[in-house]
């Protein structure tokens, strides 16, 4: 007969083994980390970088240019009249064929098999 001594630790021979429960990872570090940054590049684009002006002044915004020709000639034409659709022109035109217009064949069903 084996004695084991309570003293020892117990071995694995005796089924004794845990498995190590895998241990969870804090995000704390993480956090901290991306504060840092985020506190440092906030720090630089404030108080460090002077590329920028900050002004609560209404800016200038320079005036339209000036119209061209074609482009006065196209303000003065008038709005599209609509009694066009009144002429005797546009009365006596003629539809030739059947509306709407069906599609009969849309072609060979696998264009590429030979003739």
């Not at 590049?41 to 800016?59: D, E, M, N, R």
């Amino acid at each position: 007969m084996v004695n084991i001594s309570p003293t020892l630790p117990p071995s694995g021979t005796f089924g004794a083994f845990k498995p190590q429960a895998p241990q969870k990872r804090s995000l704390l570090p993480y956090l901290v980390i991306g504060a840092v940054i985020l506190i440092l590049a906030a720090g630089y684009y404030f108080f460090i970088y002077q590329g920028i002006g900050f002004s609560l002044a209404t800016p200038v915004i320079p005036g339209a240019s000036p119209l061209t020709s074609i482009e006065i000639k196209v303000a003065q034409l008038p709005s599209f009249q609509f009694n066009v659709f009144n002429s005797s022109l546009y009365k006596s035109l003629k539809s030739y064929g059947a509306l709407p217009v069906v599609a009969d064949s849309l072609g060979r069903t696998n264009p590429f098999i030979p003739y």
